[in-house]
C-alpha cells in the first residue's frame, strides 16, 4: 500500500535545510552515514480508522518510509529483508528525522526515526549492492 504517509520530503527537511548526503566517518571509514526525513501526513484517510481521535503511524508504514529512505540515501544497495524493527513510541503524524548507517560488510543499514532525541523506532534492513544493469 502506498500513501502520502510514506512518501519523501523532497530534498530539504523539516526547516528547509538541504539533506546531508552519506558521508564517511573517521574511526569508522567502512561506515556510512546519512541523516534524512519521514514525513506522515496528518490529513491522510488511514488516520480516520488508526485512530479515530488519536491517529498513530502503522509500524508497517514507519518501516515502509524507513525503507524508502535508505534506498534514497544509499542508491547503490537495495534492502531485501528486515531485521529486529522495535517501536519503542507510538508515532503520531508528522515530520520525523531518521538517522541511518550504512555496514558494507555485513551489508545492512541501521535506522533510527527521531523526535527530537527521543527515539521512536529503530530497525535494521538487510541489504545487497546494486548491480550495474547490462545494456
Request: net charge neutral; hydrophobic share 40%.
Amino acid at each position: 500500500m502506498e500513501t502520502e504517509t510514506s512518501a519523501l520530503a523532497g530534498e530539504r527537511d523539516a526547516a528547509g535545510a538541504p539533506r546531508e548526503a552519506a558521508l564517511p566517518e573517521g574511526e569508522g571509514a567502512d561506515r556510512l552515514h546519512a541523516r534524512g526525513l519521514c514525513r506522515f501526513v496528518a490529513g491522510h484517510p488511514l488516520f480516520e480508522d488508526h485512530f479515530p481521535g488519536a491517529p498513530r503511524v502503522p509500524g508497517t508504514l514507519i518501516i515502509e518510509a524507513m525503507r524508502r529512505e535508505a534506498e534514497a540515501r544509499f542508491p547503490g544497495w537495495r534492502p531485501v529483508g528486515v531485521r529486529r524493527f522495535r517501536f519503542r513510541h507510538f508515532v503520531e503524524p508528522g515530520d520525523y528525522a531518521c538517522l541511518l548507517e550504512l555496514r558494507p560488510d555485513p551489508g545492512t543499514i541501521r535506522c533510527v526515526l527521531l523526535c527530537g532525541e527521543r527515539r521512536m523506532a529503530e530497525g535494521t534492513f538487510l541489504v545487497v549492492p546494486v548491480r550495474a544493469e547490462r545494456g
